[in-house]
Nanobody, 127 residues
């Protein structure tokens, strides 16, 4: 299984970016997907999640209303559209897939439910 995250870059405050996460070797349509991020000197934190059916999405309080997670099962790809970026959003962003297929959980912000991780893509927001 491989998850390939891309789309990061350097942007200014208030600008937008869209991250992509392409999956291979995984029954993508049967796995919930999440995005996490890790800023320098900080722990990895939950950003957003979309269920395997795509019917529900969840966000961290810090990203709610600015970020949108989505998926295209035909392309085996999850996305994170980020609007109105702030310097505090600067981090390496990781995509992750549920360890178990067709898995429902209320602990969607817990990294341990995700069994597959991408390599990360760096987002830098300048002030």
């Amino acid at each position: 299984v491989q998850l390939q995250a891309s789309g990061g870059g350097l942007v200014q405050t208030g600008e937008s970016l869209r991250l992509s996460c392409v999956s291979s070797g995984l029954a993508f349509s049967r796995h919930g997907m999440g995005w996490f991020r890790q800023a320098p000197g900080k722990e990895r934190e939950f950003v957003a999640r979309i269920t395997w059916r795509g019917s529900n999405t969840y966000y961290a309080d810090s990203t709610k209303g600015r970020f949108i997670i989505s998926r295209d099962n035909a392309k085996n790809t999850a996305y994170l559209q980020m609007y109105n970026l702030e310097p505090e959003d600067t981090a390496v962003y990781y995509c992750a897939a549920d360890r178990r297929a067709e898995f429902g959980t209320t602990y969607y912000d817990n990294p341990t439910i995700y069994g597959y991780w991408g390599q990360g893509t760096l987002v830098t927001v300048s002030s």
